[in-house]
C-alpha cells in the first residue's frame, strides 16, 4: 500500500538550474517573452528602413530580428507544447543530471528530503560492525534511517545514513516463552508473517505495517488499547552496535538503565541490530464501527476505554460526527456476530463519488466526463476518492467542509461488523501523501480517567472552527497504558496512567509545488495554534516521529526547556556522549532537540 523509503540514483534525477519561471503562451508556439522581443524588433526593422537611409541600420535590425525568430524556434522545438497545454501551468525548466554517486533519499510523504553520497546497506551483523568502525575512525555521520515512514524525516541527513533493510532475518522464535529474536531491519508485516505458524503475533500494531522493526521502537510509536502499552514495552533485549563500545546487548538483566532508555533512543545510542520482542497467541478479532457524537461518547467514555481491548475515535471536524472503532477477541462461545450491512461499499461511496462529478464540473469544467470515467472512479477507495476532491480545492474551508460531510454519510453507511487476524483488523488505510503531528497527553487512569482527553478535542475543534481553519478529516484519537522508557511520550512510573494520542493532518494530494507550499503552509499555521493555545495546558507533547524544529532560535530555545521538565535529557546527552563520542549516529535535528549540557 504504501512505499516506504525514497532512494533514487541521481542520475536519473534532474535539478532546476534556475529560480523563475517562463510564461508560456498557449496560443503561440513560442514563449511569450521572445514573441515580444520579436514583435519589438520587428517594428523597430520596419521604421528604420522606411525613414533611414543608411542600409547598414536596416541590416542591423534585420540581423536582431533573425536572431530573436531563431531563438524562438529553437526554444519551441527544444521544450514543445502537447495538444493539451493550454490547460497547464508552466513548469520549471530542469537541467543537467547531479552527479553518478549522489543519492536522493526522501520520507514517504515527501515533505523532508536528503542528498548524500554515503549511504550504507549492510547485510550482517559483522558488517554493521565494520561501518560503524570505519565511520567513526573517519568521524563521518551515518545516521540511522529505517523506512522512512516519520513524517519528519528523522532519520535522514546529509552527511551520510546507514539503513539495515537487507538485515531482515527472524532469528529465533521461543513459542514456550512467546518471543522471537529477530533483525532489526525486518518489517512489521514480514516479521507477522514470519511467526504466523507459530501460532503468535505481535500484541499491538501502528496504523501500517511497512515499519522496520528498529525504527517503529525507536521512535516510541504505539497502536490502541488504554490497557496496551506502546510498542517499545514489546522489547525484552537489544543488540546495539555502538561507535565507542562496540557490540553490546542491554535487556533488564543486564544493564538496565541504558536498556530503558535504549529501547526508545531515537537512534543516537546505537544502529540496532537486533531486537527480541514479547509477543502473544495470534487470535481473531472484532472489529466494531458505529458512528456516534460527543455527547454520546461524554456518557460511555470510562466503559468505552475499559471493555474494548482496542479503540479509537475519528472525529470529522465542522460536523458533529464521531466514528467509534472498537477490537476484541473473537468470543470462544458465542463466535463471529452474525451481521449484514444495511449498505454496499457502493452505497456508502455513492455520495462521495457523486459530490466528485459535481465538485469536478465546477473546477474542472473543461474535462468532460465519460463511461471510462466513470468506471475508474467506481474502482477507487473512499481515502482515493478523498483525495482527489481535495485536491480540486484543498484550502478551500467550504469545499472542505462539504467532503468531510461526505466523509461522515460514508462513515455512517458503514457501520458493521468485519471480522479477521489482528494484523489485518488493526490496521488502517492513512491516505495518500499528508502533513501530520501527534501529540500524546495524559488521561489519568483506567480506573479514573480525567476527561482530559475529550476537553482536548472539544477545544480544538472550536479553534478550527473559530480560525476558519480548512481541516480535514479525521483527528484521530487513540489511547496506551503507559512506558517504562524515560524517552517515550507515555512515559510514567505510575502503572495505571493512560495517555490519549491526538492526530492532526493535512492531505498533499497534488504534485503541484505551488500548491504543496501553500498546503503546508496552512498546516504549520494550524500546528502551530494548536500549540500555542492547548500543549501547555494538557501537558501534551509532539511524536517523535513528527516532532518539527522551528526555525526561530527563540521559538527553539522555549521547544529545548520544554523538552527539559519532561525527559531526562541530561541522562540521555550523557549516554550519547558515551556510546557514540564523535556524534556519528547524529544528525541536525537531534542536535538542536538536545544540545549539550551545560555541565557534562
Given at each position: 500500500?504504501?512505499?516506504?523509503?525514497?532512494?533514487?540514483?541521481?542520475?536519473?534525477?534532474?535539478?532546476?538550474?534556475?529560480?523563475?519561471?517562463?510564461?508560456?503562451?498557449?496560443?503561440?508556439?513560442?514563449?511569450?517573452?521572445?514573441?515580444?522581443?520579436?514583435?519589438?524588433?520587428?517594428?523597430?526593422?520596419?521604421?528604420?528602413?522606411?525613414?533611414?537611409?543608411?542600409?547598414?541600420?536596416?541590416?542591423?535590425?534585420?540581423?536582431?530580428?533573425?536572431?530573436?525568430?531563431?531563438?524562438?524556434?529553437?526554444?519551441?522545438?527544444?521544450?514543445?507544447?502537447?495538444?493539451?497545454?493550454?490547460?497547464?501551468?508552466?513548469?520549471?525548466?530542469?537541467?543537467?543530471?547531479?552527479?553518478?554517486?549522489?543519492?536522493?533519499?526522501?520520507?514517504?510523504?515527501?515533505?523532508?528530503?536528503?542528498?548524500?553520497?554515503?549511504?550504507?546497506?549492510?547485510?550482517?551483523?559483522?558488517?554493521?560492525?565494520?561501518?560503524?568502525?570505519?565511520?567513526?575512525?573517519?568521524?563521518?555521520?551515518?545516521?540511522?534511517?529505517?523506512?522512512?515512514?516519520?513524517?519528519?524525516?528523522?532519520?535522514?541527513?546529509?552527511?551520510?545514513?546507514?539503513?539495515?533493510?537487507?538485515?531482515?532475518?527472524?532469528?529465533?522464535?521461543?513459542?514456550?516463552?512467546?518471543?522471537?529474536?529477530?533483525?532489526?531491519?525486518?518489517?512489521?508485516?514480514?516479521?507477522?508473517?514470519?511467526?504466523?505458524?507459530?501460532?503468535?503475533?505481535?500484541?499491538?500494531?501502528?496504523?501500517?505495517?511497512?515499519?522496520?522493526?528498529?525504527?517503529?521502537?525507536?521512535?516510541?510509536?504505539?497502536?490502541?488499547?488504554?490497557?496496551?502499552?506502546?510498542?517499545?514495552?514489546?522489547?525484552?533485549?537489544?543488540?546495539?552496535?555502538?561507535?565507542?563500545?562496540?557490540?553490546?546487548?542491554?535487556?533488564?538483566?543486564?544493564?538496565?538503565?541504558?536498556?530503558?532508555?535504549?529501547?526508545?533512543?531515537?537512534?543516537?545510542?546505537?544502529?540496532?541490530?537486533?531486537?527480541?520482542?514479547?509477543?502473544?497467541?495470534?487470535?481473531?478479532?472484532?472489529?466494531?464501527?458505529?458512528?456516534?457524537?460527543?455527547?454520546?461518547?461524554?456518557?460511555?467514555?470510562?466503559?468505552?476505554?475499559?471493555?474494548?481491548?482496542?479503540?479509537?475515535?475519528?472525529?470529522?471536524?465542522?460536523?458533529?460526527?464521531?466514528?467509534?472503532?472498537?477490537?476484541?477477541?473473537?468470543?470462544?462461545?458465542?463466535?463471529?456476530?452474525?451481521?449484514?450491512?444495511?449498505?454496499?461499499?457502493?452505497?456508502?461511496?455513492?455520495?462521495?463519488?457523486?459530490?466528485?462529478?459535481?465538485?469536478?464540473?465546477?473546477?474542472?469544467?473543461?474535462?468532460?466526463?465519460?463511461?471510462?470515467?466513470?468506471?475508474?472512479?467506481?474502482?477507487?477507495?473512499?481515502?482515493?476518492?478523498?483525495?482527489?476532491?481535495?485536491?480540486?480545492?484543498?484550502?478551500?474551508?467550504?469545499?472542505?467542509?462539504?467532503?468531510?460531510?461526505?466523509?461522515?454519510?460514508?462513515?455512517?453507511?458503514?457501520?458493521?461488523?468485519?471480522?479477521?487476524?489482528?494484523?489485518?483488523?488493526?490496521?488502517?488505510?492513512?491516505?495518500?501523501?499528508?502533513?501530520?503531528?501527534?501529540?500524546?497527553?495524559?488521561?489519568?487512569?483506567?480506573?479514573?480517567?480525567?476527561?482530559?482527553?475529550?476537553?482536548?478535542?472539544?477545544?480544538?475543534?472550536?479553534?478550527?472552527?473559530?480560525?476558519?481553519?480548512?481541516?480535514?478529516?479525521?483527528?484521530?484519537?487513540?489511547?496506551?497504558?503507559?512506558?517504562?522508557?524515560?524517552?517515550?511520550?507515555?512515559?510514567?512510573?505510575?502503572?495505571?496512567?493512560?495517555?490519549?494520542?491526538?492526530?492532526?493532518?493535512?492531505y498533499l494530494p497534488t504534485s503541484d509545488a505551488r500548491q504543496r507550499k501553500e498546503i503546508t503552509e496552512e498546516f504549520f499555521h494550524y500546528r502551530r495554534l494548536t500549540q500555542e493555545r492547548?500543549?501547555?495546558?494538557?501537558?501534551?507533547?509532539?511524536?517523535?516521529?513528527?516532532?518539527?524544529?522551528?526555525?526561530?532560535?527563540?521559538?527553539?530555545?522555549?521547544?529545548?526547556?520544554?523538552?527539559?521538565?519532561?525527559?531526562?535529557?541530561?541522562?540521555?546527552?550523557?549516554?550519547?556522549?558515551?556510546?557514540?563520542?564523535?556524534?556519528?549516529?547524529?544528525?541536525?535535528?537531534?542536535e538542536k532537540l538536545f544540545p549539550p549540557s551545560e555541565s557534562p
Amino acid at each position: 500500500m504504501l512505499v516506504s523509503l525514497s532512494l533514487r540514483r541521481s542520475l536519473h534525477s534532474l535539478r532546476p538550474r534556475h529560480r523563475h519561471l517562463i510564461v508560456l503562451s498557449p496560443s503561440s508556439a513560442v514563449p511569450r517573452a521572445f514573441c515580444s522581443d520579436a514583435a519589438a524588433a520587428a517594428a523597430a526593422a520596419a521604421g528604420t528602413a522606411t525613414t533611414s537611409s543608411s542600409s547598414s541600420e536596416v541590416r542591423k535590425y534585420l540581423g536582431y530580428t533573425a536572431l530573436v525568430l531563431f531563438c524562438g524556434a529553437a526554444t519551441y522545438y527544444s521544450f514543445p507544447f502537447s495538444d493539451n497545454a493550454k490547460h497547464k501551468k508552466a513548469q520549471l525548466f530542469r537541467y543537467a543530471p547531479l552527479p553518478e554517486d549522489l543519492h536522493t533519499v526522501s520520507n514517504w510523504s515527501g515533505t523532508h528530503e536528503v542528498q548524500t553520497r554515503v549511504f550504507h546497506q549492510p547485510e550482517s551483523l559483522a558488517q554493521l560492525e565494520e561501518v560503524v568502525r570505519e565511520a567513526d575512525a573517519k568521524r563521518g555521520r551515518i545516521r540511522p534511517v529505517g523506512s522512512g515512514l516519520s513524517p519528519n524525516g528523522i532519520g535522514l541527513s546529509r552527511a551520510g545514513m546507514v539503513n539495515v533493510a537487507l538485515m531482515d532475518r527472524v532469528l529465533e522464535v521461543d513459542k514456550e516463552r512467546k518471543t522471537v529474536r529477530v533483525e532489526a531491519g525486518i518489517r512489521v508485516q514480514q516479521l507477522v508473517d514470519g511467526i504466523k505458524e507459530h501460532g503468535l503475533t505481535l500484541q499491538n500494531f501502528a496504523s501500517i505495517r511497512e515499519q522496520q522493526i528498529g525504527g517503529i521502537v525507536q521512535v516510541g510509536a504505539h497502536g490502541t488499547g488504554a490497557r496496551l502499552p506502546p510498542i517499545d514495552e514489546q522489547v525484552t533485549s537489544m543488540k546495539l552496535v555502538t561507535p565507542a563500545k562496540g557490540t553490546i546487548e542491554v535487556s533488564k538483566e543486564k544493564d538496565p538503565e541504558l536498556f530503558y532508555l535504549a529501547r526508545c533512543g531515537l537512534g543516537a545510542l546505537g544502529v540496532v541490530a537486533e531486537v527480541t520482542l514479547q509477543c502473544v497467541d495470534r487470535q481473531e478479532l472484532v472489529e466494531h464501527t458505529t458512528v456516534s457524537t460527543m455527547q454520546e461518547i461524554k456518557k460511555n467514555h470510562k466503559k468505552l476505554l475499559s471493555e474494548n481491548k482496542h479503540v479509537k475515535y475519528l472525529y470529522i471536524p465542522y460536523t458533529d460526527t464521531v466514528v467509534v472503532v472498537t477490537c476484541n477477541p473473537v468470543s470462544k462461545w458465542k463466535g463471529p456476530p452474525k451481521f449484514k450491512p444495511k449498505y454496499t461499499v457502493d452505497e456508502a461511496l455513492q455520495h462521495v463519488r457523486q459530490l466528485y462529478q459535481e465538485s469536478l464540473q465546477k473546477y474542472r469544467p473543461e474535462v468532460k466526463s465519460s463511461n471510462d470515467d466513470e468506471s475508474d472512479i467506481n474502482e477507487l477507495s473512499f481515502t482515493e476518492l478523498r483525495d482527489k476532491l481535495l485536491a480540486l480545492d484543498p484550502l478551500n474551508k467550504d469545499h472542505v467542509i462539504k467532503v468531510n460531510q461526505a466523509e461522515a454519510d460514508f462513515w455512517k453507511k458503514s457501520e458493521g461488523y468485519r471480522v479477521g487476524w489482528s494484523d489485518e483488523i488493526l490496521g488502517f488505510d492513512c491516505g495518500g501523501q499528508q502533513w501530520v503531528s501527534e501529540t500524546c497527553l495524559p488521561a489519568g487512569t483506567l480506573s479514573k480517567p480525567s476527561m482530559k482527553d475529550l476537553e482536548y478535542i472539544e477545544e480544538l475543534k472550536r479553534l478550527i472552527e473559530k480560525e476558519d481553519i480548512p481541516a480535514p478529516a479525521p483527528i484521530e484519537q487513540r489511547w496506551t497504558a503507559r512506558s517504562k522508557s524515560p524517552m517515550s511520550l507515555a512515559s510514567s512510573p505510575a502503572e495505571d496512567d493512560i495517555f490519549s494520542w491526538v492526530g492532526i493532518i493535512m492531505y498533499l494530494p497534488t504534485s503541484d509545488a505551488r500548491q504543496r507550499k501553500e498546503i503546508t503552509e496552512e498546516f504549520f499555521h494550524y500546528r502551530r495554534l494548536t500549540q500555542e493555545r492547548l500543549w501547555d495546558r494538557y501537558s501534551a507533547y509532539e511524536h517523535w516521529a513528527k516532532i518539527e524544529v522551528p526555525k526561530d532560535n527563540e521559538e527553539l530555545a522555549a521547544l529545548q526547556a520544554r523538552l527539559r521538565k519532561r525527559f531526562p535529557v541530561d541522562a540521555y546527552n550523557k549516554a550519547r556522549r558515551e556510546l557514540d563520542p564523535n556524534k556519528i549516529l547524529c544528525n541536525n535535528k537531534l542536535e538542536k532537540l538536545f544540545p549539550p549540557s551545560e555541565s557534562p
